[in-house]
Structure formats: structure tokens, C-alpha cells
């Protein structure tokens, strides 16, 4: 693979989130705002709930969802022994069928780190 | 992408239904044969029902099932605005982990529109 | 059982849901707000809007709010067959595990057929 | 608790089975009647079968299916260690959030011991 | 309700978790470790993890477990503004489907208040 | 497809396995050494034990944990009168949105048999 994972998701996700908002739906569009409030500064800080949100994505292994919060977790400087406790707590919690979403993010994690 | 994520899906689908209907196991084929006549009018309609199964496809996080019934959405000449109520209804229900799916929803519906 | 299970599902809901509202955190009020817009009359009408909430609720297991839509299907008048139709495609998309939730989906139904 | 959990478990149960095969919907009279066929004797035995829809259930977590199968398992002479194999493989499997789901199962399977 | 929620949860949960262990099944017993160990200061303090536990539990709607990681976080100091924060995530990634569980959790977490 | 989708999938799962291990994660390590552990012979077959955690795989719609459990499936002779039955039970208790997973599961299945 390589740097184009994250090049493809980045770019897929942004031409199909325009094409959502562009229609106009006013649920789908408050959905998408209330998305950016929930993660930001407040009492948890908006580092902790990106780790919230990553958790979350593991356990309920959306794989595209977990790329988002690990380009947000890399971007506050969440560190590799920071991630895998993440991970441990997600296969835990979720069992081993999280395991193959653990593999994926671990290889975009990867691509993430190469990137600076 | 364009139309050949169709003729890709439906021609896979069909190729390996065939198969698993091959082998003779009952249950399985009575399954298939019950999908069938659970989308069929009745005290409510076969275009409410198609509905009822996007939906739950949705929030289910199948997108094969997704992309079966907006087919079937698609010939009961459902509109887009009524789609993005549904897809409001599915991604306020079932969360955010819904959007990736709906991305996928969006574009494969774009391409049926094209084959009118 | 009998009418008290509508009682207690409609008192602890309303107190709890108002102590939700009470601590004012904006995300949680505003998916409250969301999921009254989100079943309006639209380009799908409010009496289709909740059959669609109603089969997600049952499909993701969430007896709670398989009553919740239970009732505004009751008061929109939904009849007991087209009921079944709904219940129908749930078991068969989600699986027999729907079905101790359609039982208690049923159980819950019979007794707001005896308030009116 | 005690045994009332067993016989709660079972008139609730078959009462309300009987009220959703009473409608005379197709669809659910069929799916009900496949549960039947699907764990009879075939190419596995209908013991195996039983395990199967066991380890199922309790990775879905669906308390009710678990207490069914457990009840088909115990009539098949499944015994407390195989059955703790079986908790162990959906423990791991399906994570932590089964062992709330475990713990019912054992106490309902401890009542069915005393009933023998 | 009351305290005694928190006292049945307690001692069930003791009670149960006594016997799965005491079957000596290894599997089984290490996972149990793992949970423990899962949870303990590390790269993340164990205060972060155990929010991480809550969101996780919440997004997959198992009340025990929520209750569990509710009172470990009591143990840690978590107010209930930072608790409502974890909330909102949870409710918007795992969609509406989470507010039952919230309106429970909230209700054990103002028990937990009460014991101090 | 043909031959490839098994040297993938094996390459793949055995280069990022090799990553996770690496990183030195003690909760990680040791759910990777129970998931090896908890499929041993024992009071159970392996045999038995690997349809468990087929048919829990097929439930949760893992592929990639499907196509894992195919493999040892496979080692372990299982026919494929054996494993339609098992895909019966997967699609009855998980419903239909199992259907897109058993047709790769059933793709995946006849390229290992082209391996002996």
C-alpha cells in the first residue's frame, strides 16, 4: 500500500461529505455540525475525546471512522504506547473481532507517522 | 468509480447466490425464498416495505444490503429528497458510524440515476 | 402484566429525560431537538417516518425505543397487520434474535390497543 | 432468584409465541418454523447445532436465545465443562461486554441442574 | 429506585463472577486478569482508560458494564459535566439507540453521588 | 478472483500480526496467546471449537475472521454439507444482512479447496 491510503480516504471523503451536505437535508446537516462540537475543548479536553471517539469506532468497527480519529489522535501528538493501550482496551472490550480493524489502523497509524 | 460498481455488484451477487442455492441446503433457500415474499405488497405497500429495508440496512452497517434495496428504492422511483429522510432517520438512529455507509449509499445511487 | 408496563415506561422515561436536558450540555440537547425534527412530515410523511424508526429499533434491539415507536405508530394508527409486516422483515433481516423483541414488542402493542 | 426464572422464562415465552403465530402472518409463521428445522439432525447433529446457536446467541447477546439453548442443551447432556468452553470462545470472541450475558447464563444453567 | 440498585448490581455481580471463576476454565480466568490489567496507569492514566471503558460500553449498550466503568469513574473524580461529555459522544457515534442506556446510567451515576 | 485472495489474506493478516505483537503491548500479546489457547482440544474438539468460532464470526460479519476459521475449518475436514448448516444457523439467528458474508465466505471456501 503506502501513503495513497490515506490520499484516497482524505479525498473520497471529502467529495462524498459535499454531495451529502449539498442537498440540503437539515438532520444530516446538524448531525455533521454537532460531530465537530462534540469533540471540541470542554470539560474532557478535545485530546481526550478523540480518544473517546477512536475507542468507540474500534469497538464498533467502522474502519473509516477509525481513520478519521487516528488523523485527529496523531494530530495531538497521541503516541504509539498511547495507541496500543487504546487498541488493548478496544479488543478487550470488543473481543477479537476487532483484531482485523486493529491490523488496518495500525497500517494507516503507519502511513499517519510517515507523513510529517 | 462509475457504473461498473453496478455491473460489479449485481453480477457477484448473482454468480454466488447461484452457488449457495446450488449446494440444496433447505434452510438456506428457504431464507432466500422468504426475502422475497416479505418486500411484497400487502397491508403495506412493496415500495413502504423496500423502504423499511433500507433503513434497516443502514443502520445495520451492510452495505451490499444497502445497495440491494436502493435498487429496488431506485424502481419504485423513490426521489432523493425522500432518500436523505431516510438517510437522516438511519444516521440520527444508529450514530455517526452510519456516514461511511452513507457515503457509499450516495454514490452508488448517483450511479443509478445514470442508468435511466 | 397490563397497562402499568405503559406507565412506568412513560413516567421513568419523561424523568430521566428531563434530568438528561437539565444538565445543559448542548450536544445531548441538540440530538434530542434532532430526533423530533428528524420524524416531521417531510417528503416522507411523519406515519411512514416512524414505521422506519420503528423496524431500525427492532433490528438494533433497543426495546425502549421499539415502545417509544410503538406509540407514535399507535397514535397514527397503524394496524395490527400492517404491525406484523414491519415485525416480519425485522426477524427476517435481523435474525431470530429480534424475536424475544418482538414479543415484548407485541406484548407492549396489545396494551395500547386497550387505552384507546 | 430460583426456579421461577425457568418457568417465567418458559409461559412468557410460549404465551407470547402463540399470540405472533396467532396473526397469521407468513413470513413469521415460516421463520418460526425454520428455527425448527435449522438445529435438527443433519450432516452436524442437532447437539453440535445446539452449541452453535448457544455461542451465537452469546455473542449477539441476546439473554432470551441464550436461555433457549441452553434448555436444548441441557436436554442433550452438555456438560459444565463444555459449556464453559463454549463461554470462553464467545467471551473472546464477542469481548468483555459478554460477560454480563456469562453470568445469567450460568445462573439459569445451575437452575435447569436442579431440575433433573 | 435507590441504593439498592447499586447494592443488586454489587452483589450479583461478586456473586456470579465467583462461580464463572471458580469452574477453573482458563480461558475464562485470564480474561478476567486481562480486564484488570487492561485498566491500570500507564502510557494513559487509568483515569483516561477507564472513560474510555464507559464510551466503549455505552456505544455497545451494555448496562452492567456501563454501571461497572460508572463506578470506577466515580472512584476517580469524574464530575458530571466531564460525564456528560462522554455521553454526548457516546449518543452521537452510537446514535439514539444510546439514550436508554444514558437515561440508565445516568440514574446509577446519581446513586453512586449519594454514597459518599 | 482464484488463488489470490488467500496468499492476501494471509500475507496481510501475518505482516500486521507480526507489527501488533511487536510493539510489545502485554494485553495484546495475551489475548493474541488465549485466542490460540481457547480453540485447543479440550473438553470440546477443536474441531467443534473452530465451527464456534465460525458461526460466531458469520454473526458479528467479520470476513476476515470468517476467512480465519474457514481456514482451520478446512484443516480440520470439514465438508461442505457441513458448512452450508453451519451458514444456515449463521443466517437465521443473524438474519439476512448475513447473506453479503456468506457469499464471500463461500468464494473463499472453494479457492482453499482448489489447494489440496
Request: proline letters at 1%.
Amino acid at each position: 500500500m503506502g501513503k495513497e491510503i490515506i490520499d484516497d480516504f482524505r479525498s473520497y471523503r471529502s467529495k462524498m461529505n459535499e454531495k451529502l451536505l449539498a442537498q440540503d437535508n437539515k438532520v444530516i446537516k446538524r448531525i455533521f455540525n454537532l460531530d465537530t462540537n462534540a469533540f471540541q475543548d470542554g470539560a474532557l479536553s478535545g485530546r481526550v475525546k478523540e480518544m473517546l471517539g477512536l475507542v468507540s469506532s474500534l469497538v464498533l468497527r467502522c474502519d473509516d471512522c477509525v481513520r478519521y480519529h487516528l488523523e485527529k489522535c496523531h494530530e495531538d501528538d497521541l503516541n504509539t504506547e498511547e495507541l496500543f493501550e487504546i487498541f488493548a482496551i478496544a479488543n478487550l472490550v470488543g473481543g477479537t473481532i476487532v483484531i482485523p480493524h486493529t491490523r488496518r489502523a495500525l497500517e494507516y497509524w503507519e502511513e499517519l507517522g510517515k507523513t510529517n
